[in-house]
């Protein structure tokens, strides 16, 4: 059986940053919106995943 992942990425300065595989739609889209309001953070692919990353464990917590 194989399970569905919702794949979120955004594009920064003609590039594509992924920002994850998801379970859910709605964590997928949360991601997206994080990064989003992130975006002004950007300096390299690199830490503005990282970033991104400890927005959204910071999201899963405070969802739960």
Known sequence: EQTKKWRSRIYINKRIVHLGLFEEEKDALKAYE???????????TKQFRTLIKQKIKHYDKAKH
């Open 34 to 44: 994080i990064a989003n309001k992130e975006i002004e953070n950007f300096e390299n």
